[in-house]
C-alpha cells in the first residue's frame, strides 16, 4: 500500500513539474554590442524586470556581442523563430520596410525629443505595424544615438573635410549616399568586422554614435571624434511574433510594459552618460571636436531626402516634417 501511495505522488509530482514546464516560456534575446554597452543594461532590466513581474512564468537568457550571429543573422533567425527578441540597428530592418528609412535621413531629427515624439507616436507605431508582416513583433525603439564621424586624418569640420576618406558604412541607404555626395568612399562592412578594418587600414573611418564608440573601443583606432550629429539612429527591440501570440494575453500586455521602460530606461542612461564617455574618449588620447558647421553639411546632403522621396514616395517624410 505505501508502495502505490508513493509511486501515486510520484506521478502527481512529476505531472505538476510538467504542467510548471510547459507554463513557463523561455526567450532568447540576442544583440550584437559588447556587454557593456547600454544595450547590453536594456537587455539585463528586460530580463530581471520580466521574469520577477511574470512569477517566474518568462525567462529570458541573453546572448551579446554576436554571439548568434551578425545583425543580419540575428534578424533572419528571430523572423524564423531561432532568436526570439532581436535587438539590433533599425537600419537592419529597412530593407522590409522601407519606409522606415526616413528615421535614417541625415538631420531628420533636430533634437532626442522630435526623435523620441516621432517613433514613439503615431507614425513610428504605424511603421511597427508594417514590421508584423515581415515576422517580427515590433516592441520598441531604443536609443542608439546621433552619429557622429571618427577618422585619423583630422578632425571634421566642414564637408571639405570628408573627401577622399574610406568610410565604413552600414547598410543604410541614406548614410551612403550621404557619403558619397560628400565625397567620401563609403565600404559597407559588419560591425563585428569594424575594429579589424580599421586598424589595419582598409578603412580610415567610420561613424557611429558616442556608446558604440566606447564601447567597441573605436578609440584604440581612431584619433579623432568630430561631433557632427549627422543623423539620429534608432535601434529596434522585436520578438518573433508566433512566440509573442503564444503568450497569454496578460503576458503580451506585460511584455509590451517592461519593453517601454526598458527603452525609457535605456534612453535616459544615454543621456546622463554622454558627457561621462566623451571625457573617458578623451582621457584615452582621442580628439574631441565640437566645432562643425551643421548648415554646411544639411545643404550638401540634402539631395539624400530627395533620392528617398523619389523612391518611397513623400508621404512619412511629410508626416514627420509636418508634426
Not at 25 to 33: E, I, M
Not at 179 to 200: H, I, K, N, R
Request: proline share 4%; glycine share 8%; charged share 20%.
Amino acid at each position: 500500500m505505501k508502495t502505490i501511495f508513493r509511486t501515486t505522488a510520484l506521478v502527481a509530482a512529476l505531472s505538476l513539474a510538467g504542467m510548471a514546464a510547459e507554463a513557463q516560456t523561455a526567450l532568447r534575446l540576442a544583440h550584437a554590442a559588447p556587454e557593456s554597452d547600454l544595450q547590453q543594461s536594456l537587455a539585463l532590466f528586460f530580463k530581471e524586470q520580466l521574469e520577477e513581474r511574470s512569477g517566474g512564468e518568462i525567462t529570458v537568457t541573453i546572448f551579446p556581442q554576436g554571439q548568434l550571429g551578425n545583425d543580419a543573422a540575428m534578424v533572419d533567425g528571430t523572423r524564423s523563430g531561432i532568436i526570439d527578441v532581436v535587438m539590433t540597428g533599425l537600419n537592419n530592418m529597412t530593407g522590409l520596410v522601407p519606409e522606415a528609412g526616413a528615421f535614417e535621413l541625415p538631420f531628420m531629427f533636430p533634437s532626442r525629443a522630435d526623435a523620441y515624439a516621432v517613433l514613439d507616436g503615431e507614425i513610428g507605431q504605424g511603421i511597427s505595424a508594417e514590421f508584423t508582416a515581415h515576422g517580427l513583433q515590433m516592441l520598441g525603439y531604443p536609443e542608439n544615438g546621433y552619429r557622429n564621424m571618427t577618422n585619423n586624418r583630422g578632425p571634421i569640420t566642414t564637408p571639405a573635410d570628408v573627401a577622399g576618406l574610406r568610410m565604413r558604412v552600414n547598410n543604410s541607404k541614406a548614410l551612403s549616399d550621404m557619403f558619397q555626395l560628400l565625397g567620401a568612399t563609403p565600404q559597407q562592412l559588419p560591425v563585428a568586422e569594424l575594429y579589424t578594418a580599421l586598424e589595419t587600414g582598409v578603412v580610415d573611418a567610420q561613424d557611429h554614435p558616442i556608446g558604440i564608440v566606447q564601447s567597441f573601443k573605436y578609440d584604440e583606432v581612431q584619433d579623432y571624434l568630430s561631433l557632427t550629429q549627422h543623423a539620429y539612429s534608432a535601434l529596434a527591440l522585436a520578438m518573433n511574433p508566433n512566440k509573442f501570440n503564444g503568450l497569454s494575453e496578460e503576458q503580451q500586455a506585460l511584455v509590451m510594459e517592461v519593453a517601454a521602460e526598458a527603452v525609457a530606461m535605456q534612453r535616459e542612461l544615454a543621456q546622463e552618460r554622454e558627457e561621462e564617455m566623451l571625457a573617458d574618449l578623451a582621457s584615452k588620447g582621442m580628439q574631441i571636436n565640437r566645432d562643425v558647421d551643421s548648415a554646411a553639411f544639411q545643404e550638401v546632403v540634402r539631395p539624400v531626402w530627395d533620392n528617398f522621396i523619389a523612391e518611397n514616395g513623400d508621404a512619412i517624410v511629410t508626416a514627420i516634417t509636418s508634426r
